[in-house]
Every structure is written in structure tokens, then in C-alpha cells.
């Protein structure tokens, strides 16, 4: 069966320092990934996806940037945090068929102070 | 503009008190419509998938049925382990990308 991690599960980091979130998926190959964010009350916010090594599409301009160094790695970093960083970061993997459902890790909390 | 609309955002019921949580939809092409659990701190569980108008999928107390324009997810006979935030998703023929509504929180008293 497939099985998605993340971790840290939680992070404090103060503005301006870097960030590095990693996000692996066992029991599948060529998976889609994708990284949201998640504010308290609204909807997912999806702000990368990679359909293979290397391949990364970002969906909102802002200071974090994704990369994909394995078939199963999904790393989402920043440079400099800012408050607005904070949030519930999601890693999610699929089929690359389109018409399939997402499943997600466990979720990092992220808060910058 | 593709867009979910969730209704409401927040249920509370007596357990074993049905009820209907509501997914309305604006896409261009639907691919499928995704309903997912979320539980307080954890991230979202797959539910169901379905994927044109009059289809419907089941999962012990839960139903899921699919129109033209909107989605329902009823709740029969609920338990207070059926507390959790529900979230509604569509996909369209155009791209990859899930169109995420808000969410209903749900909350279901002893």
C-alpha cells in the first residue's frame, strides 16, 4: 500500500530564517506531487506540483520555491521566511492519470514569529 | 471562473440526526468531484470520487450523490466520530489541478 510522509510536524522559525519541508511517498512510481497551504477556515491553496524529477509548475508567486531530486522527494523551501509563511503546509501525491484523487500526508505547522 | 462553493460552513446535530452538507459547483468540463474528512491538526482523508451527474457511492454512514451543478454528502444516523471538517474538490477536463471549496465543519453532539 502507498504511504505519504512529512515531517517536521511542526516548526517555530523567526522572519527571515530558511525553511525546508520534506514530503516522501513509498509503494508507488511517477507519482504526481503537490504542495498546499492551508489557512485556518479556507480552502487548500496549491502552491506547487511536479509530474517527474526536475518538473516543477508553481501556481502563486511568493518567496518559496519546490524541488523534486527523486521520483518520490518533494522538498518545499524558502530562502527567507516571512509572517505570512505561517500556515498548515500539505504534501499530496497522485496517479499521473487526470481524474484521480489526491491523497495527503499528515501536515506540517508551520509559525513564523 | 472555476469555483466551489461549500454550504454550510459550519452543522451541529444531535447524534442520530441526518443531515445533508452541500457541494455547489462551477467548472468548465468536469473531470470528477472529490469529497475528502478532516480531522483538527491532520490532513484531509479521500472519501469518494464521482464523476457524472446521477452517480452515487456509499461508505458506512455517509452517501454522496452528483448533479449537474451541485453535490450532496448525507450523513445518516450520525455518530459524534463523525465530527470533522468535510471538504469538496472538483477537477476539470482543462488541467491537474483540484478546485477546493471552504469546507463544512461538522459537529455532531452526544
Known amino acids: 500500500s502507498q504511504t505519504i510522509h512529512q515531517w517536521p510536524a511542526t516548526l517555530v522559525q523567526p522572519v527571515g530564517s530558511p525553511l525546508s519541508l520534506e514530503c516522501t511517498v513509498e509503494?508507488?512510481?511517477?507519482?504526481?506531487l503537490y504542495w498546499y497551504r492551508q489557512a485556518a477556515g479556507r480552502g487548500l491553496q496549491l502552491l506547487f506540483y511536479s509530474v517527474g524529477i526536475g518538473q516543477i509548475s508553481s501556481e502563486v508567486p511568493q518567496n518559496l520555491s519546490a524541488s523534486r531530486p527523486q521520483d518520490r522527494q518533494f522538498i518545499l523551501s524558502s530562502k527567507k521566511l516571512l509572517l505570512s509563511d505561517s500556515g498548515f503546509y500539505l504534501c499530496?501525491?497522485?496517479?499521473?492519470?487526470?481524474?484521480?484523487?489526491?491523497?495527503f500526508g499528515p501536515g506540517t505547522r508551520l509559525t513564523v514569529t | 471562473e472555476d469555483q466551489v462553493t461549500q454550504s454550510p460552513e459550519a452543522l451541529r446535530l444531535q447524534e442520530g440526526e441526518s443531515s445533508s452538507l452541500n457541494c455547489s459547483y462551477t467548472v468548465s468540463g468536469l473531470r470528477g468531484l472529490f469529497w475528502y474528512r478532516q480531522d483538527p491538526g491532520k490532513g484531509p482523508e479521500f472519501l469518494f470520487t464521482?464523476?457524472?451527474?446521477?452517480e452515487e457511492k456509499e461508505k458506512e454512514r455517509l452517501k454522496a450523490t452528483l448533479t449537474k451543478k451541485e453535490s450532496f454528502l448525507h450523513i445518516t444516523a450520525p455518530k459524534p466520530e463523525d465530527s470533522a471538517t468535510y471538504l469538496c474538490?472538483?477537477?476539470?477536463?482543462?488541467?491537474?489541478?483540484?478546485?477546493w471549496g471552504a469546507g463544512t465543519k461538522l459537529i455532531i453532539k452526544p
Open positions: 464521482l464523476y457524472s451527474a446521477g
Open positions: 474538490a472538483v477537477q476539470a477536463f482543462s488541467n491537474y489541478q483540484l478546485i
Open positions: 499530496a501525491w497522485s496517479t499521473r492519470d487526470r481524474g484521480h484523487e489526491q491523497y
Open positions: 509503494g508507488t512510481s511517477n507519482p504526481n
